[in-house]
């Protein structure tokens, strides 16, 4: 069959879901002859069944890859390394509501006192970050400066370059 076979530019998308299938099948197949107790363990795996389906249905799988969303797991890591465990999910919000905060004040934020007036830090603790762009860095603030081509992202823009 001529529409079958692998041509450079030219691909038949009945050749591409059969190689999908026997790819998801093969390493279906490799975790059972390694490690036959993931197979039942881990919920990625079953999902390789329905991958020709998924991919007819939603299109190329690059952009539903949930590895982007995994390297998150070692901020909750760090959140919880002083939590009791026993409400983990209430320490993690409070650790990240704190350095909400924290960001907020920093970057000249207003808040509510208990005296019902708003207030806000000082201008020592104002320009404090515009002097340290390694903090800068740390608390997610983008400059509105140009970047320079080859100035490295942890000196100030009127500091002489490495």
Not at 39 to 45: A, F, N, P, R
Not at 124 to 133: A, G, T
Not at 137 to 146: D, F, Q, R
């Amino acid at each position: 069959m001529l529409g079958t076979q692998h041509y450079p530019g030219n691909f038949s998308i009945l050749c591409l879901q059969a190689d999908v299938e026997i790819a998801a099948a093969n390493v279906l197949d490799l975790f059972a002859l390694i490690e036959p107790v993931k197979m039942t363990s881990k919920l990625k795996l079953h999902l390789l069944v329905h991958l020709k389906a998924d991919i007819l249905r939603f299109g190329p799988l690059v952009g539903v890859a949930t590895e982007t969303f995994e390297c998150f797991n070692a901020i909750f890591r760090f959140c919880s390394i002083y939590s009791n465990h026993l409400a983990p999910s209430r320490d993690i919000a409070f650790q990240l509501a704190s350095q909400e905060v924290l960001k907020h004040r920093l970057t000249g934020g207003w808040w509510p006192a208990t005296d019902g007036e708003w207030k806000r830090p000082g201008p020592s603790v104002r320009n404090f970050i515009h002097d340290h762009p390694t903090l800068q860095a740390l608390v997610g603030w983008t400059s509105n400066e140009t970047p320079v081509n080859g100035r490295p992202w942890f000196l100030p823009y009127n500091s002489v370059s490495l």
